[in-house]
T-cell receptor
């Protein structure tokens, strides 16, 4: 079992550009959550996808959007990048009925906005 | 609203010494509580969790934590630190509803543990 895989591992973008990050959940998991971890901070919840729909959302602007595919994989899209979007983006997968008690995290995507 | 406070952004101990990382939470309902460890440039690994039942929870790598409702605390301890324990540790809380934790995780700001030889 490969666990939760995220791609790419590192990314450098310019202010104003758009970026797409990808996450493949652990085998058998149906729910994907995304977190942003700024340098020196704890992860902050962006949103959660289940059954291809956004089920919950944290306090992030509409520039942050996502998608979940029928195979449960997910994408995080960020438009009009700001310098402040530079962070480690973490994906966590889980089973809906188990919630976050059985969540597994990927290694993250390090996004640098210049 | 739920929140997590980790006292001490940086803790330094000697190898073989007791490790104590502090976590206090705020929640209007009984929460589920977690400790995660993060090594440099890596994701989060679950150390242990409290959901229901026994308040003293044992995790991986010799860590344990005790849920104290009266003190709203969930401190992480390890009797004897090892060099490999040097990492950042995050306490997290999630809401409990309908018998499960359907909510998102709310993390503290983290405590960086250094272990001196």
């Amino acid at each position: 079992d490969a666990g939760v895989t995220q791609s790419p591992t590192h990314l450098i973008k310019t202010r104003g550009q758009q970026v797409t990050l990808r996450c493949s959940p652990k085998s058998g998991h149906d729910t994907v959550s995304w977190y942003q971890q700024a340098l020196g901070q704890g992860p902050q919840f962006i949103f959660q996808y289940y059954e291809e729909e956004e089920r919950q959302r944290g306090n992030f602007p509409d520039r942050f959007s996502g998608h979940q595919f029928p195979n449960y994989s997910s994408e995080l899209n960020v438009n009009a990048l700001l310098l402040g979007d530079s962070a480690l983006y973490l994906c966590a997968s889980s089973l809906a009925y188990r919630g976050m008690t059985e969540a597994f995290f990927g290694q993250g995507t390090r996004l640098t906005v210049v | 609203a739920q929140s997590v406070t980790q006292l001490g952004s940086h803790v330094s101990v000697s190898e073989g010494a007791l490790v104590l990382l502090r976590c206090n939470y705020s929640s209007s309902v009984p929460p589920y509580l977690f400790w995660y460890v993060q090594y440099p440039n890596q994701g989060l690994q679950l150390l242990l969790k409290y959901t229901t039942g026994a308040t003293l929870v044992k995790g991986i790598n010799g860590f344990e934590a005790e849920f104290k409702k009266s003190e709203t605390s969930f401190h992480l301890t390890k009797p004897s630190a090892h060099m490999s324990d040097a990492a950042e540790y995050f306490c997290a809380v999630t809401l409990v509803s309908g018998g499960g934790s359907q909510g998102n995780l709310i993390f503290g700001k983290g405590t960086k543990l250094s272990v001196k030889p």
